[in-house]
Every structure is written in C-alpha cells, then in structure tokens.
C-alpha cells in the first residue's frame, strides 16, 4: 500500500482512537513546541525590559491578523478538501489545494505591504505607548515583513493535515521552533542586538519552516501538485473556501482585537500591566495552540466521515476529542492556577507590579481554561462539517460576541480586576453557549443518519 493510499485509510477506516493520536498529537505536538517558542522568546526579550517586553505584546496581534490570511485560504480549503476525499474527489480536491495556497501568498504580501507603509499608526491602535513604540517598531518592522513565509507555512499546515500527513506539519512545526529557541539568545545577547534579534530569529526559523513544506511538494509526498495551471476560482470552490476561511479569519482577527483591547485598557496603568497580561496571553496561547494542534488532527476525520456518510465514526471521533482535549486543559489548568506567581516571574528581573498583575490574572485563566477543549471542538467541528455560519456565532464567542462586551464594560466597574478576569468570563460564557449549540447539531446528524439507512435499504431491496 502506498503513502497516499495509507493516508486515505487513515482518514475513513483506522480505529477513531488510533486515527485522533496518529493525527492529532503530532500536529499538537508540533504546535505545543510552536507555542513554547513563543515563551521562550518572551523569557529572552523580559530580560530586556518592560517596555521591550510591552513591545512584543503589543506587535504580537499584528503578526496573528497577517498569519490570519493563511487560515482564511488554509483552513477554508481544509474542511472542503478532507469532504471531497471523503467522496472520492481527488481531482477538485488537488484544484482546491492549489487555489488555496497560490491565494494566500498573493494576498498575505499584500496586506504586509500595507502594515509596513501604516506600521506607525498600526502599532499605536495595538496600544503602543511613547515608551514602547521604538522598540515595537523596530521588532515588526522585521517580523511582520516575514510573515509572508508563516502564511505560506500556515496554508500548508492546513492543507497537509487535511490529507492525512500530520507528522510531516509536526516536522515542519518542530524544526522552526527548536531552531527559534536556540537563535533567541544568540541573537539578542550575543549579537547584542535586542528586540531586533528577537525577529531575526523568528524570521530565519520561519524560513527553515517553508523549506520543509517545500521538500515535502517538490519530493512529490503530497497527495496534491501545487500547480498554478490548477488554480481554479469557481463560485462553488470560493464559496467552500469563504464559508469556512472568512470565519476562521474573523476568529483571528478578534483574537488580535481582544488582545489590542486588553493592551489599551491595561495602558493606563503602565508598562507592567502591558507586560504582565501579555505574559499571560503567551501562557495561555501555549495550552489553547496545543488543543488546536490535536483538533486540527480531528477536523479531517469529522470531515471525511461526514463526506462519506459515517455517523457513527463521526460522532465517536466528537466523543473521544471531547474527551482528551478537556483532560488536558484540566491538567494545564490546574499547573496554571496552582503556581502563578512563580511562573510570571520568570518573564521580568523583579518587576513585583507586573508579577503581581500576571500572576492574579494567569490564576484566573487557568480555571477557564479548562472548558477550553469542549468549546473548540464543537467550534472546530461546525467549520469541518462545512457550516460555516454555525462555526462563525461560536467560534466568534471566546474572543468576540462574549469577550468585547466584557473587556469594554467590566474595566469601568472593576478597574484593573475587569481587565485580568475579562478572558476567563467570557470563557464560561462560551462554554455555555457551545451546549445550545451542540443539542441540535447532534439531533440533525441522527436525522441524516435515519434517512441514509432508509435510503441504503432501499438500494439494497
């Protein structure tokens, strides 16, 4: 049996538990050393500063809108690639893939062409204060111009897993961020140059990211040719990417609101607050990254068993994710709530306003966290099921439709407190809704199990 045909097999017949680890973990590992690079390079930058640290945080919502562009072309293509595979359909399904990453590199340099000309009056929306914007603005000025490499890698992660190769995303993940981590220091101590070899070394891991992708086509793995004579932009091939990429997008935008939000609100009571709630944005992300890694591994699987008509494989596959996503975000959960102050001050030299700030804040989110993988499942399943407007009210929640209300109203009745405990609110609220949601969505998918049994029988008489 070939490569691809074992990929095929992995997505509509292997055990669901064998299928959800030979998937999922890889891309969660992956992006659970993605995200720890991250850490590391707030550990390495809060040795600077503050306002070095405030500088990443701020510029950090930037980077996630551009790196957004690659979820719009790369998770919409994604969720119909998998249901095409699911139908047999490899021919539109290599169109798609090639449409979706072509797209996503023409338009991802567009928009940093654009943040680079407005990068000034960018960065004091993001809530760069006069102490924070030099250095913010010598760190994008390099990270953001790299992004084009992390839209590319960001469409491939998608597309990739959406195929059945996720060892190949956790490859591409893993080598970026190891490499990342070692450069940090070499950067920004040795080469003496701060904030700026911070980027640096995001940009060289990033390009090395790209070069496995590459290897990857050019080496001929990928059940997809990656040709630009394949692009095709049909109404029926937009209107599959769009249903699902625009809300994915709309999901990362928020995710950069909520945080331009936080920064803002928390700008009016210095640099350390910037600081500290950006430590905790960077701690958190590193759980909620990791649980769409291995969701990522399970929307290929809900898709594929929806496209081919498995109800039965599907609502096993949403029973186990379920499952072992919320024990994990237990298990992180509790590691957050259980030793906050020592985790935030290992991000600054002693600043005992900003530990204070974080480490109240990060008690707080650990908590929350912990409804995190029932609220991305369900959030990730809607999308990979091709409801694209389903997905878009509860993916919208965390960050937006729950989040805006509260950051905006809470900080005024709560002062500072409204501002740390503004994430895990909305967090409960999300949790909440996903149960509304979750009812009818399973009573649909008893329907359309119903009547394919009754039309399969009738085939059979």
Same mark, same amino acid.
């Given at each position: ?25 890889? &891309? ?48 919409? !293509? ?33 928009? +940093? ?18 102490? @924070? ?34 060892? &190949? &995303? ?33 940009? +060289?891991? $990033? ?18 040719? =990656? ?18 990429? @625009? ?79 919320? !024990? ?6 509790? +590691?957050?709530?259980?030793?906050? &102050? ?16 974080? !480490? ?11 409804? =995190? ?19 878009? @009210?509860?993916?919208?929640?965390? $960050?937006? @439709? ?20 503004? $994430? ?24 359309? $199990? ?12």
């Amino acid at each position: 049996m070939n490569s691809q045909s074992k990929k095929m097999e992995l997505l509509g017949s292997t055990s669901i538990p064998k299928a959800l680890l030979a998937m999922g973990i890889p &891309t969660m590992v992956g992006m659970l050393v993605n995200a720890f690079y991250n850490l590391v390079d707030a550990y390495f930058v809060g040795g600077l500063g503050e306002s070095q640290m405030g500088a990443i945080s701020v510029v950090y919502p930037l980077g996630q809108v551009v790196v957004g562009l690659g979820l719009l072309f790369g998770n919409g !293509a994604a969720s119909y690639i998998s249901r095409l595979l699911g139908r047999g359909d490899k021919e539109n399904a290599n169109k798609v893939a090639s449409t979706a990453l072509y797209s996503s590199v023409s338009v991802g340099a567009v928009i +940093i062409l654009f943040s680079m000309v407005f990068l000034h009056p960018i960065l004091k929306l993001l809530g760069a204060t006069d102490s @924070i914007l030099p250095f913010a603005s010598t760190y994008a000025s390099i990270y953001i111009v790299s992004c084009i490499f992390n839209v590319f890698n960001v469409t491939m992660n998608n597309i990739v897993t959406s195929e059945g190769a996720a060892k &190949t &995303t956790m490859c591409a993940l893993l080598t970026g961020a190891v490499l990342n981590i070692a450069l940090d220091p070499l950067f920004i101590y040795v080469f003496d140059l701060g904030v700026a070899g911070a980027a640096i070394a995001t940009a +060289i891991s $990033q390009v090395v990211s790209t070069c496995v992708y590459l290897t990857y086509i050019l080496r001929k793995k990928s059940v997809f040719h =990656f040709r630009v004579k394949d692009c095709t932009y049909t109404k029926e091939t937009l209107s599959e990417i769009f249903k699902i990429g @625009i809300p994915t997008l709309v999901f990362q935008i928020l995710t950069s609101v909520s945080i331009s939000l936080i920064n803002n609100a928390a700008g009016g009571y210095g640099d350390s607050a910037i600081a500290g709630m950006g430590v905790v944005t960077r701690l958190i992300s590193m759980g909620s990254l990791s649980v769409f890694g291995f969701i990522k591994g399970f929307q290929p699987i809900a898709g594929y068993s929806y496209g081919a008509k498995k109800f039965d494989r599907l609502r096993e596959a949403i029973k186990i994710s379920i499952l072992w996503s919320t !024990a994990f975000c237990v298990i992180f959960g509790v +590691i957050l709530a259980l030793s906050p &102050t020592a985790i935030v001050s290992q991000f600054t030299k002693g600043d005992a306003e900003m530990i204070r700030i974080g !480490a109240a804040s990060l008690r707080a989110n650990g908590i929350s966290i912990m409804l =995190f993988g029932f609220y991305t499942v369900y959030s990730s399943l809607f999308l990979a099921l091709g409801k694209g407007i389903e997905g878009f @009210i509860l993916g919208a929640c965390r $960050q937006g @439709i729950c989040f805006i209300p509260v950051i905006l109203l809470l900080p005024i009745i709560w002062g500072l407190n409204g501002i740390m405990y503004a $994430q895990p609110i909305a967090d409960v609220l999300s949790a909440v809704i996903t149960v509304f949601m979750a009812i009818p969505l399973h009573k649909k998918l008893n329907e359309m $199990q119903k009547q394919t049994s009754v039309i399969s029988t009738k085939d059979n008489d």
